[in-house]
């Protein structure tokens, strides 16, 4: 359809089953892919902003580095939770209304992050604030599939997941510069500033959904079951555990860089320290790359060695060098969004039936990996340092190339 068709027919009644698209080349467009990368970028920039003050934390408030974990830890887990039942929310209160309420609220809550006057209200907000946000990652691609032109959809889609990627390194990198110059209160004060200012250019420029449909009601029996058809599924729930597996891993590792590189001989200052997070250009690279690579040569092939070289940039990370740690952590980078490209690919293709469901269930035990072993890593930590974490994350690592091994043979047979 010509774009000025597009443009001409987006302000007429639709008749009864037909769809009017936003084309690619026409504002609403532009408008619609702009305000998806804003939400993108907004979402997982106030999600991260607290990885490089975690050793701020653990010094402030006197808590152990696992226990400084919590801040991230608890805004992921609840992530997780809400990301299932956002999804269902949304039918009834609407996309874009959901989207808009999630950002703004999050946002607020990590401006209120910076007046937190003890440790347990710090955690208490961050915790809120993950519940909040898991209105966006849950919602944001159905309003893309409903409203985009299935031609444009690509281009809209990758902007949305660029804006998640650099959301969540400029989330690091600017907290540790703007926590160096001014202190981490006024740090998380200036990104929750630029989060809102991101939620109002949502707002403002996401066209109105033309194709959605409002479904009133809850049948949580609908859900169970296709949650539950899932986990039926001899491979699925194998993904499933290498999202919990390999997410755990990479994010253990990013969690108690920051206090090795802080410390002796290295002394790191938080420029230097969230500077580190512009590795993450990698991952993004690594995400297309491995994904064209899967469609010629095989995808769980790509995923195998994706999660060895997770692994491998691990091992790394060992080495007193601080050119071979920054390697390292380039490295299993690389890996990991290598990695977890292919697998959440895969868990599409595997889907039969209610995908939008099997990739809640993924996301689910991907947040929850990012909770759950991201903190138990600061035991390791604690307990023999570097040596227990990097042990830790190759042990996460092995189980789950060993589950990609059993996932490949079992959708061979």
């Not at 058809?229 to 997410?247: E, G, Q």
Request: proline share 4%.
């Amino acid at each position: 359809m010509p774009a000025a068709h597009a443009v001409k027919t987006s302000v007429q009644t639709a008749m009864p089953g037909q769809k009017y698209y936003l084309t690619r080349g026409t504002g609403a467009y532009r408008r619609a892919s702009l305000a998806l990368f804003l939400s993108g970028f907004s979402t997982f920039s106030l999600l991260y902003c607290v990885q490089p003050l975690l050793p701020i934390f653990a010094q402030e408030f006197s808590v152990s580095p696992a226990e400084s974990s919590l801040s991230l830890s608890l805004s992921t887990g609840f992530l997780a939770l809400a990301i299932v039942c956002a999804a269902a929310v949304s039918e009834g209160l609407g996309r874009r209304s959901l989207m808009s309420i999630s950002l703004v609220g999050a946002a607020l809550l990590t401006i209120a992050t910076a007046f937190a006057p003890n440790w347990h209200l710090l955690l208490i907000i961050r915790a809120l604030q993950g519940l909040v946000l898991g209105g966006v990652p849950a919602v944001a691609m159905a309003y893309l599939a409903e409203e985009i032109d299935p031609r444009g959809l690509g281009a809209s889609m990758g902007l949305y997941v660029g804006g998640t990627a650099f959301g969540g390194m400029s989330g690091r990198v600017l907290t540790g510069i703007f926590a160096e110059y001014f202190g981490w209160r006024p740090a998380l004060f200036l990104i929750g500033a630029i989060g809102l200012a991101a939620a109002i250019g949502f707002i403002a420029l996401l066209p109105p959904s033309k194709n959605f449909v409002r479904r009133p009601g809850f049948d949580p029996s609908f859900h169970a079951k296709a949650w539950l058809s899932h986990l039926a599924n001899p491979a699925l729930p194998l993904l499933f555990a290498i999202a919990f597996l390999a997410m755990g891993s990479f994010v253990t590792i990013y969690n108690y860089a920051g206090f090795r590189l802080v410390a002796p001989p290295y002394g790191l200052n938080q420029t230097q320290l969230g500077l580190i997070f512009t590795v993450y250009l990698f991952g993004i690279g690594a995400s297309s790359i491995g994904g064209f690579i899967g469609d010629r040569i095989g995808h769980f092939r790509v995923l195998l060695f994706g999660l060895a070289l997770t692994a491998g940039g691990s091992a790394l990370t060992l080495s007193a060098s601080l050119p071979s740690i920054i390697l390292g952590i380039i490295v299993l980078t690389t890996g990991f969004f290598m990695s977890h490209s292919i697998a959440s690919g895969l868990v599409g293709r595997l889907a039969l039936g209610t995908k939008g469901h099997a990739s809640s269930l993924y996301m689910l035990a991907y947040y929850v990996g990012s909770s759950l072993m991201g903190s138990a890593g600061g035991w390791f930590f604690a307990a023999e340092g570097w040596a227990a974490v990097v042990i830790f994350t190759i042990a996460m690592l092995a189980l789950a190339f060993i589950s990609a091994c059993v996932a490949q043979q079992l959708t061979r047979r």
